[in-house]
């Protein structure tokens, strides 16, 4: 399809394994963000891209969570030694627009999630 | 204390109420507002912006109070297919702040 693509959708983890989160943008999309959202909670920003440049990370939660997006297209959210604190919904978002176009229309292209659950 | 604060509801209306609710943000110096919509298990999804003067679309009406830093939403003539969660949203430059939803749930 043509919307923003997310995998796996669902992962179980152990506790202490590395998971790997993969998010496909819209096609030519400049802007992609990473959300974490908990049960019950709205979306917590966890960083952002703009092409391949990540401009902002200061939403990830600790070192253990790092993210990519090498090529200025897909992201990958890594997670190391998850923590059972780390299950949550984790949204991936892209947008054609940065600066102030994206501020003032404030429209991002969600996927539907890859759900974590770390046992 | 978050940045965006809503009441989490849940609202339960019949079909064809109004229903209303409101959120609060905490930087004076956010520009541009939003709502975004929920649907159980599903990614968000963008409602409306909300601008300054206040705005309609359909039966949906959105209000900014500047003053006192709160954004509200109203919704006329509920539809069993307006049951979701709403999602208050602030943007900052690039970043968007969401709320933690207020739930809404619409009976026959």
């Known amino acids: 399809g043509a919307g923003v693509s997310q995998s796996p959708r669902y992962k179980v983890a152990k506790r202490g394994q590395d998971v790997a989160l993969r998010c496909d943008p819209i096609s030519g999309h400049v802007s992609l963000f990473w959300y974490q959202q908990a049960l019950g909670q709205g979306p917590e920003f966890l960083t952002y891209?703009?092409?391949?440049?990540?401009?902002?990370k200061s939403g990830l939660p600790s070192d253990r969570f790092f993210a990519e997006r090498p090529e200025g297209s897909v992201s990958t959210l890594k997670i190391q030694r998850t923590q059972q604190e780390d299950s949550a919904v984790y949204l991936c978002?892209?947008?054609?627009?940065f600066g102030p176009g994206l501020e003032n229309t404030g429209e991002l292209f969600f996927g539907e999630g890859s759900r974590l659950t770390v046992l | 204390r978050k940045e965006v604060e809503q009441d989490p509801g849940p609202f339960n209306v019949p079909e064809g109420a109004t229903v209303a609710f409101n959120c609060t943000y905490s930087?004076?110096?956010?520009?541009?507002f939003f709502w975004y919509r929920q649907d159980c298990r599903k990614e968000p999804k963008l409602l409306m912006s909300v601008y300054s003067s206040g705005n309609e679309d359909g039966r949906f009406t959105a209000q900014l109070n500047r003053a006192s830093q709160y954004i509200s939403l109203l919704i006329r003539d509920s539809k069993l297919s307006d049951s979701a969660t709403y999602l208050c949203v602030v943007s900052n430059d690039y970043k968007l702040s969401f709320g933690a939803g207020t739930t809404v749930t619409v009976r026959a």
């Open positions: 891209f703009q092409n391949e440049a990540q401009l902002d």
């Open positions: 930087n004076s110096a956010s520009q541009s």
């Open positions: 978002a892209s947008s054609s627009l």
